[in-house]
């Protein structure tokens, strides 16, 4: 397929931030969706960043998808908290991962200040951004679709949640325990459509082109008006 003037536009990521309601200052890389389509908000697993999208940002981007890909509190260019917070290796004793779920309100709050309308605000994550892409989603009633890379029942107290009628493609790999737990559970309760890749866990699972083409696929055709 040709590539267009108007994909590489598209494709140029552009390097934002915004604040949450509880102090912390969130970077990101945000690729405008073209006219009509759904803007993806992204978010990664422990210890990465939201450099791990940049190949699926930019095959949605061809299709004109938007995607808002964040650096999660406490990681990469998002390190600036409140008085007394810690990077991510100290969430697990204060008990802290919930509290993530605040930076993709606030994504979805500065796509909103920009003229995104709340029904093309959708939601995306790996690992426990997957749970805490599904937590947000599920409370947003206007959230169109939702992408779940390795999900699980609960990471590290952050919990997987569903909404009745919300579009959603979940994928987990056969060696990733957990993960594939939580994707036959949510496949057997109808929750979800179910992919299982042959290795990987997260983005890795790109690495299988079939894989990686179902899910960019999956996602241009959730985000297209219908």
């Known amino acids: 397929m040709p590539v267009t003037a108007a994909a590489v536009v598209l494709a140029a990521a552009q390097a934002i931030s915004f604040s949450t309601k509880d102090g912390w200052s969130i970077a990101a890389s945000y690729r405008p969706a073209a006219k009509g389509k759904a803007t993806v908000v992204l978010a990664h697993g422990v210890g990465s960043a939201g450099v791990e999208w940049t ?3 930019e095959a ?13 509190r406490g990681h990469a260019g998002s390190r600036r908290g409140p008085p007394g917070s810690t990077d ?5 004793a204060r008990l802290a991962w919930t509290a993530a779920a605040g930076d ?10 920009k ?7 959708a939601f995306g994550g790996a690992s426990i951004g997957a749970n805490l ?13 939702l992408l779940l890379l390795s999900p699980s029942n609960n990471y590290r107290g952050v919990m997987l949640k569903t909404r009745k009628g919300l579009r959603t493609l979940a994928a987990a790999s056969p060696a990733d325990g957990y993960a594939l737990i939580a994707v036959r559970e949510l496949e057997a309760a109808k929750a979800a459509e179910a992919l299982y890749p042959p290795a990987g866990h997260g983005v890795q699972m790109f690495e299988d082109p079939a894989a990686f083409e179902r899910i960019v696929a999956w996602t241009a055709a959730a985000a297209s008006p219908r």
Not at 88 to 92: A, E, L, R, S, V
Not at 104 to 113: F, K, N
Not at 133 to 145: G, H, L, M, Q, W
């Open 115 to 121: 003229g995104v309308p709340a029904e093309r605000v």
């Open 60 to 72: 949605l981007a061809a299709k004109g998808v938007g995607t808002l890909a964040l650096d999660l």
């Open 88 to 92: 991510f290796t100290g969430f697990d």
């Open 104 to 113: 993709l309100r606030a994504a979805a709050a500065w796509l909103e200040s």
């Open 133 to 145: 892409a599904s937590i947000v989603a599920a409370e947003r009633k206007s959230a169109p679709f």
């Open 55 to 57: 190949r699926l940002a």
